[in-house]
């Protein structure tokens, strides 16, 4: 650091001091990083880039924060992360400060392989045992009262979960927000840790991984401890800078199992998991978290609509409250449901935009809670965070307003079935399909379309994260796809009163195919009176694997198959006047891998074929949406 730069933080934080005593609520939204570092300066003691010792001998680098001139042993926030934050950036330098000044030690850990910790980077940093002695070394230093409470976003989220299985005594309280990609298996989802969905890739691991497997990466000399690693610490930060992507032109060429490879990097985690197949058992040995390990910590989960998992992640909460082997945690599980994209909690506003989507007042108070969660389960403070808490605040878009109610879906959501219907004409937004409660008549004709890998239907909008670019998430029209001819489009009639649906969207598709392999999927839509096509949610299925992951089965030209994507986790109101759509086709790119309908490997292979695709809605072989409807 330059004599001019360390002078200009010296006085920020005299200047900070001087308007806000230690232990005071202050307003940290608009303060730069630099103003976070020097604040921080003034008001705690640090340690930086302790090797903190795991089972196996190896060291995870940690610096620690604590409140300057604290008296008596002190509860602990832990942030785990495989980023560069050993100097605090943006969120985490304001979470840093609100932690001290709220009278709580911070200390932020890198996964080991990651920048100053030593040994091999794996997904997820070994939750259960690099998690577990993390805790055990915290719990047992002189200045912690042997509580602590886990806290982060996305990755610094995910290691959590399959920590919370196994209810470490020091594990007093979590707040995981997006952490869906912790998940491997929870009821109905198997995604793997975001990997696929309806055992279908997903583009976005690729990508992340590009930027955070790094194999070749500099590290420090294994011996080097202490100050003087410290202060080595100080002045480099071991982040590899690799050559940008044009991902949206490298996304397309095939096979798909080569995309980071033909970059020139070498083999590593992003290669090994997509050799696997989505019910392998190599699945169950790495950090993610699967429904049969328990669950044993309380915990405040921030979720969001259009973040990449929303569906596991209500299903995990669910999970969580029901698993019966820690009757307090089951208890003690708080929901909170934004409108937002991947981790844009603290972003919420008035006149709020999602995408393209203005919805309204979606301001939350989202630091006053974390820290009042905190308080109760790491200060023994109940009237912090009181049990008369709701269970579950959700933002329902359309009616752009925050709810609450005791349990996920609500209590007062009853199912509403709308089938598929046409003329056998519903190809684009200016065919003849429509939605309606009445079930269809026997011997409708189906709908058909041709699917061409080459030419895959295009993402726009909706639920994804961490992808370089190529899919912006949020609410977006969706009038552009429409009009193609391989997507089926089914709408339903004005409604004549608002429409609230809160809860888990559920697809059945009755379906053929001239393949021995494709995917199917749908989409949710809320149509407004001016036409424009707001997208609410997705979801797709392989059909090879209809019956289960186990044992993946092809389709037979002709014959009829009941297909079951996994639900859409949605709240939305359909206002008056606006109507509810549904589009049915076979791809989704580039947010998910082309399905390239040989019934073969499609990761590794590169020759596509062209199917075509029926979708049936007679008596005999009804498709239909079920949507959770409260009324209010």
Known sequence: MGKNKARRLAWVAVLLAAVVPAGMAVDLSRYSEEGLRAELAQIAESETAVLVPMRDGIGLSTNIWRPKGAKGPLPTVLWKTPYNEHVLRGRSARLAVEAVRNGYAFVVQNERGRYFSQGEYEILGYPQTDGWDTLDWIAAQPWSNGKVGTLGCSSSAEWQLALAGMNHPAHAAMVPMAAGAGIGKVGRFREQGNFYTGGVPRTLFAIWMYGVDNPLRAQLPQDLAGPL??????YNDLHATKPKVEWAKHIYPLPYAELLSSLGEPPATFESMIARTPADPAWEQG????????WGVPALWFNSWYDVSIG???????????????????ANQYAVIGPNPHCAFWALEDNYTVGARKVGDARFPVSEQIWAFFDRWLKGEKKAFPSSTPKVRYFTIGLDKWQADEQWPPKAARPMRLYLHSGGRA??????????????AAGAPADRFVYDPANPVQTIGGGDCCNGGIVIPGAFDQRPVEVRNDVLVYTSEPLDEPLEVTGFVDAVLKVSSSAPDTDFAVKLVDVAPDGTAWIVGDTILRARYRDGFEQPVMMQPGQVYTLQPTPIATSIQFGKGHRIRVEVTSSNFPKFARNLNTGGPNETESQPVVAENSVHHSAEAASYIELPVVAR
């Open 229 to 234: 690693r410290a202060r080595v610490a100080q």
């Open 287 to 294: 950090g993610l978290y699967h429904d049969s390990m328990g």
């Open 312 to 330: 596991p992640n209500m299903e995990l909460f669910n999970h969580a409250r029901n698993a019966g082997t820690d009757a307090e945690a089951g």
């Open 427 to 440: 190809n684009s937004l200016h065919g003849d399909g429509r939605l309606s409660t009445e079930p269809p």
